[in-house]
């Protein structure tokens, strides 16, 4: 198992809330969540391997592998449960672990994403591709584009300059090689089995993920709570960071 870089923060007798970053991105884009949910909660962000300060191990990953290292992680730090947040890749992971490892998992918020790989997979590869010939830098921009509205982006340059810097450094290799294992995820027939509570955070004006993924997820999982952002794209933590926050807090309690 690779190691992960994380980091905690909060009271150490409080719940365990364990945040699952988005592909190309690290622990810190969940800055904007600290402030809102540190007092309430022991928060354990980490980096997913081959990102940020992570290792990264040579591809191609699969959502299996990505699961194990955050038991391997808990194991670790020896939680035997947490509640868990992801967003994209992170979510896709969180999903993973609802299906196979429900038993470490308390609540599960699963935020701007999707049961399966949304595009075919030969995109996937495609891109992954790009990334170990032309560097992050390739699709950077277009990326960017897809994270945050004109409107945010104008209003808070260097913040987004900051999660830009963070998706160029990622490693080509980690970038690659988790875009392959989002190319192989599929549990959309298994989300009737998933029986822990869930939420499900979309985005209205997402244009990686659709909110009808979410919802489709919401249909599917008994009982889960659906919270339908209407602003916001693919980091809807970051730009509407209060109504995000205000929906997660509800759910977890």
Do not use: K
Request: hydrophobic share 40%; aromatic share 6%.
């Amino acid at each position: 198992m690779p190691e992960l870089h994380h980091r905690l923060d909060g009271p150490g007798d409080a719940p365990v809330l364990l945040l699952s970053n988005s592909l190309g991105t690290t622990l810190e884009m969940w800055d904007r969540q600290l402030p809102a949910l540190a007092e309430r909660f022991r928060l354990l962000r980490y980096d997913a391997r081959g990102h940020g300060r992570s290792e990264v191990p040579e591809g191609p990953y699969s959502m299996a592998d990505l699961g194990a290292d955050v038991v391997e992680l808990l194991d670790r730090l020896e939680m035997e449960r947490a509640s868990f947040c992801g967003l994209l890749l992170g979510g896709m992971v969180g999903v993973w672990l609802g299906v196979h490892a429900p038993e470490r998992i308390d609540r599960l918020a699963l935020c701007c994403t999707a049961a399966h790989r949304v595009r075919p997979a030969e995109d996937w590869r495609a891109l992954a591709g790009t990334v170990r010939e032309q560097g992050v830098e390739a699709v950077a921009d277009a990326t960017i584009g897809r994270w945050f509205s004109p409107e945010f982006r104008e209003a808070e340059p260097e913040l987004v300059g900051s999660v830009r810097e963070a998706l160029v450094s990622t490693p080509p290799e980690g970038y690659a090689s988790s875009a392959e294992a989002i190319s192989g995820h599929d549990e959309r027939d298994r989300l009737g089995d998933l029986a822990l509570p869930t939420l499900v955070v979309t985005a209205a004006d997402d244009p990686s993920i659709s909110p009808g993924e979410g919802a489709a997820i919401a249909e599917r999982v008994p009982d889960a709570r659906l919270e339908a952002l209407p602003h916001g794209r693919h980091l809807c933590n970051i730009e509407h960071s209060e109504a995000f926050n205000r929906a997660l807090i509800a759910f977890l309690g």
